[in-house]
């Protein structure tokens, strides 16, 4: 079965500097997705950023961008110039296209305070 | 552009009484639809999900049931809420592939 885990339950960073949050995960299947979800305060789901798994380049969306090693299924988060919005849950997914309809599986969260 | 809404946004609930969260989504037709639920310091379990009208798979056994009565209307019961039911309810979308898009959730507080 597949799995994900965050190793770190908190981190903390200072406004403007760069925060890597970590990933790790486990599956047999050659083809899948890799997400960062963000949970502000209002609960809500954001979606940050995808890494489709046949990509060997890394997705980058503005101040975020991930460190994507299929060997290793690892999938860091780094976050560059923090922001005090930026705090919140996040957390990691991965899904596959077969099994449960696509259904996605969750790390169990990395909470992010960000220091004015 | 597609859009997700569930309500109510929060609900205060006794033991024993029934539950109905609804979700609806725009913008789209013959979505993946899904429960999930968030308690309180651990992350998201999936609870159902329906690729069409009527079909709705459970992924863990509980006091809760769905329904997808429209393509896009995607429904969680309960006839008999219990104590462990509170929690944080997100109902979700997705195309066959990709990511899922979250509705804004679902504050149940069982007393």
């Known amino acids: 079965a597949q799995t994900v885990t965050q190793s770190q339950p908190e981190m903390s960073v200072q406004e403007a500097e760069t925060v890597t949050l970590s990933c790790t995960y486990d599956?047999?299947?050659?083809?899948?997705?890799l997400f960062w979800y963000k949970q502000p305060p209002s609960r809500q789901m954001i979606l940050v950023i995808r890494?489709?798994?046949?990509?060997?380049q890394n997705a980058t969306e503005n101040r975020f961008s991930v460190n994507f090693q299929k060997a290793a299924k690892s999938f860091s988060l780094k976050i560059s110039d923090s922001q005090l919005g930026d705090a919140a849950m996040y957390f990691c997914?991965?899904?596959?296209?077969?099994?449960?309809?696509?259904?996605?599986?969750f790390g169990k969260g990395t909470k992010l305070s960000v220091k004015p | 552009s597609q859009t997700i809404h569930q309500w109510p946004a929060t609900l205060v609930q006794p033991v024993g009484s029934p539950l109905s969260l609804e979700c609806t989504v725009e913008?789209?037709?013959?979505?993946?639809l899904y429960w999930y639920r968030q308690a309180a310091g651990r992350g998201l379990q999936l609870l159902f999900y329906?690729?069409?009208?009527?079909?709705i798979s459970s992924e863990v056994p509980q006091n809760l049931s769905a329904s997808r009565p429209q393509d896009r209307q995607f429904i969680l019961s309960s006839k008999k809420l219990l104590l462990s039911d509170s929690g944080f309810y997100l109902c979700?979308?997705?195309?066959?592939?990709?990511?899922?898009?979250f509705g804004e959730g679902s504050r149940l507080t069982v007393l």
């Open positions: 979700a979308w997705s195309r066959s592939f990709g990511e899922l898009f």
């Open positions: 599956t047999s299947e050659s083809d899948y997705y």
């Open positions: 890494q489709e798994a046949y990509k060997q």
């Open positions: 997914a991965y899904r596959t296209p077969r099994g449960s309809q696509g259904n996605l599986i």
């Open positions: 913008g789209t037709s013959n979505p993946n």
């Open positions: 329906s690729v069409g009208i009527g079909q």
